[in-house]
T-cell receptor, first 112, second 115 residues
Framework: DVKVTQSSRYLVKRTGEKVFLECVQD?????MFWYRQDPGLGLRLIYF???????EKGDIPEGYSVSREKKERFSLILESASTNQTSMYLC???????????FGPGTRLTVL | GENVEQHPSTLSVQEGDSAVIKCTYS??????FPWYKQELGKGPQLIID?????GEKKDQRIAVTLNKTAKHFSLHITETQPEDSAVYFC??????????????FGTGTQLKVEL
């Protein structure tokens, strides 16, 4: 059974802290994605990666960075967390670019 | 870049009735249109998708139609059941604007099936 796991379901951080969100997939997928989900705005793509050590900006990359050192792991980094980054963060992976994306359960991040 | 609009934002139907959710997209080169269902506390899950070389696709009680000329596609759920209650997202990909290799999602429809 395919699986995407995220390091935390809930996370509370202070403004200015450096935050790491980890995502691991066990399906040997090439492609991995980070989205944020906000009410009324749907899912918006932050960053994605088509290969190890490769990354591309999505629609809202400002304030975020990513790291993909291994095929199965894709990390989202908030260098200096701000209150407007309070959101639900979803990680996904897919085998091919135009194919089913498998999502993790999400991390609800609150920045105080 | 690609822009996907989704309507309605909320939809309430009686059990057994049909539900229709509509989406429009802006990039005429888009060629892949998936629909995702998100249950409470879970990540979205693909329920059906359609590519631009077909106009309709069915899977049991779920169907999707695509009108490339008008740049809109719709999700149809027949004989709705309480377990269909969830948030549904449409998406589009493959277009030329803003990078064709990523999904652009609609804003979601909260479907409630009432007994």
């Amino acid at each position: 059974d395919v699986k995407v796991t995220q390091s935390s379901r809930y996370l509370v951080k202070r403004t200015g802290e450096k935050v790491f969100l980890e995502c691991v997939q066990d399906m040997d997928h090439e492609n991995m994605f980070w989205y944020r989900q906000d009410p009324g705005l749907g899912l918006r793509l932050i960053y994605f990666s088509y290969d190890v050590k490769m990354k591309e900006k999505g629609d809202i990359p400002e304030g975020y960075s990513v790291s993909r050192e291994k095929k199965e792991r894709f990390s989202l980094i908030l260098e200096s967390a701000s209150t407007n980054q309070t959101s639900m963060y979803l990680c996904a992976s897919s085998r091919e670019r135009y194919n089913e994306q498998f999502f993790g359960p999400g991390t609800r991040l609150t920045v105080l | 870049g690609e822009n996907v609009e989704q309507h309605p934002s909320t939809l309430s139907v009686q059990e057994g009735d049909s539900a229709v959710i509509k989406c429009t997209y802006s990039d005429s080169a888009s060629n892949y249109f998936p629909w995702y269902k998100q249950e409470l506390g879970k990540g979205p899950q693909l329920i059906i998708d359609i590519r631009s070389n077909v106009g309709e696709k069915k899977d049991q009680r779920i169907a999707v139609t695509l009108n490339k000329t008008a740049k809109h596609f719709s999700l149809h759920i027949t004989e709705t059941q309480p377990e269909d209650s969830a948030v549904y997202f449409c998406a589009a990909a493959g277009g030329l604007t803003g990078g064709g290799n990523k999904l652009t999602f609609g804003t979601g429809t909260q479907l409630k099936v009432e007994l």
